[in-house]
Every structure is written in structure tokens, then in C-alpha cells.
């Protein structure tokens, strides 16, 4: 078995698969591309972008207003100075530092940020 996709509902697909495609040099997977939809191509799985329209596609209409965190998005990357190099990126593009880069209790290097939809997402390295 294998997580294939991980998919976030936002207000604005285009700008929100940009800031992570931009950022971390994932690819857009244009075959599944759709008027409510973008995929991005991250190594082992993919992430993908919702259009609010999703939640009745989906018949989630109820759930349609999520409040708080509701998950946390990880990006690995290659080294220490790959989360010190792209964190003050991410920043320039939108989003928000809540925790600067930190090594760990449990010997990880990250930090911690929220998208400009203020979805979390983290910048790690296992060191």
C-alpha cells in the first residue's frame, strides 16, 4: 500500500499549488488538472489542491468551514541548510514563520510555518 495523495481544500488552487510547486520544485501533474483541481507531483506521493466546489462533489458540504489545524504537511528535504535556505523562502512567498528552524528532542532539524491559508506545514530534515 502506498499514500498516494494528500489533498488540501483552499479558497484559490492556482496561488496555493504555486507557493508549494514554487518553493520546493514539485512538478504539476496536468493530466488530472480540472476547473476545481491541481496535483503536484512531491516524490512518493502527491499533494492536491481542492477548490472549495470539492466539498458537494464530495458531499462534505457540512464540513465545509473547518476551523483550526486540522493537519500538518511535512516536507523532507535534503539537509539542514536546505530548512535554514527555503524557510525565509516560503516567508517571501506568502507564509507565515511560526517556529524558526530548531533541531529537535527527537535529532529532526525544522521549522515551522503556515501557508498563505494558514495551513501548517513543516520544513525537516532527519539528521
Not at 489533498?7 to 504555486?18: C, Q, W
Not at 496535483?39 to 464540513?63: I, P, R
Not at 530548512?83 to 511560526?98: E, H, M, S, Y
Not at 524558526?100 to 510555518?113: D, E, G, I, M, R
Request: glycine share 6%; aromatic share 14%.
Amino acid at each position: 500500500m502506498n499514500l498516494s495523495y494528500v489533498n488540501i481544500f483552499t479558497k484559490d488552487i492556482e496561488a496555493l499549488s504555486g507557493f508549494y510547486r514554487d518553493l520546493f520544485g514539485f512538478e504539476e501533474i496536468p493530466e488530472i488538472r480540472s476547473p476545481i483541481f491541481v496535483g503536484l507531483k512531491t516524490g512518493q506521493s502527491c499533494l492536491g489542491f481542492n477548490a472549495q466546489e470539492a466539498y458537494d462533489l464530495l458531499k462534505l458540504s457540512d464540513y465545509a468551514q473547518p476551523t483550526g489545524v486540522k493537519f500538518l504537511l511535512n516536507i523532507d528535504v535534503d539537509s539542514a541548510e536546505d530548512v535554514d535556505r527555503l524557510t525565509p523562502l516560503a516567508v517571501a512567498k506568502g507564509a507565515k514563520l511560526i517556529k524558526a528552524p530548531y533541531k529537535t528532542y527527537y535529532n529532526w532539524y525544522q521549522s515551522v510555518l503556515l501557508d498563505p491559508e494558514e495551513n501548517v506545514f513543516r520544513i525537516n530534515k532527519m539528521l
